[in-house]
């Protein structure tokens, strides 16, 4: 079955750091992978996509993303983390017109 | 443009009792899926509606039950509540064709408690 797994629970951060967020998925075809992020008391909101092309996918706020198919991963990085950052990171990935979720990746950022 | 609406914002509930929630989709968007997802986890399918039918269903059980009207707005029904059910539950909306479907736009959810 396609399943989607964030090893890391929690990550903290220092404001300024780099950031980078593990996601590995199983499915058997092409993946559609998705990175979203939540924070406290809302939605879910859409940082990046990738369907085919180029691996190295950007989106907003200043995430990009890496597709390693030799891998099986889809990691989230972002090169300063900015406090407003601090929220919690979902990785999907696109399966018979749903997405399949892993359990998330919550972020504290330390001044 | 308005976008992904859910009501209520937040709810409680009796076990034994039966809770609709609503949602109304993206502006231009025809797809509605819906998502459970407890505390401490990832969003889990429940269903899909699309052209007014569910057209895929994840592993709940028929207490969950939903409706897609003409206007494409949906509603979420849960029946028999369980203290299990507890949980914020989400509302997306999509446009049917092509991966176009996997763009999914999430609203703010409503939170259910059941006591």
């Known amino acids: 079955a396609q399943s989607v797994t964030q090893p890391d629970i929690h990550i903290t951060v220092s404001e300024g750091a780099s950031l980078e967020l593990r996601c590995n998925y199983s499915?058997?075809?092409?993946?559609?992978l998705f990175w979203y992020v939540q924070s406290p008391g809302q939605g879910l909101q859409l940082l990046l996509k990738?369907?085919?092309?180029?691996?190295l996918v950007q989106g907003i706020k200043g995430f990009e993303a890496e597709f390693k198919r030799s891998q099986s991963s889809f990691n989230l990085r972002k090169p300063s983390v900015h406090w407003s950052d601090a929220a919690e990171y979902f990785c999907?990935?696109?399966?018979?017109?749903?997405?399949?979720f892993g359990a998330g990746t919550i972020l504290r950022v330390k001044s | 443009d308005a976008g992904v609406t859910q009501s209520p914002t937040h709810l409680i509930k009796t076990r034994g009792q039966q809770v609709t929630l609503r949602c109304s989709p993206k502006s231009g968007h025809d797809t509605v899926s819906w998502y459970q997802q407890a505390l401490g986890q990832g969003p889990q399918f429940i269903f899909q509606y699309y052209e007014e039918e569910e057209r895929q269903r994840g592993n709940f059980p028929d207490r969950f039950s939903g409706h897609q009207f003409p206007n494409y707005s949906s509603e979420l029904n849960v029946n028999a509540l369980l203290l299990g059910d507890s949980a914020l539950y989400l509302c997306?909306?999509?446009?049917?064709?092509?991966?176009?479907?996997?763009?999914?736009?999430f609203g703010p959810g409503t939170r259910l408690t059941v006591t």
């Open positions: 997306a909306s999509s446009l049917r064709s092509g991966r176009a479907v996997y763009e999914q736009y």
């Open positions: 999907a990935v696109g399966v018979t017109n749903k997405l399949v």
């Open positions: 499915y058997g075809a092409t993946p559609y």
């Open positions: 990738y369907f085919s092309g180029d691996t």
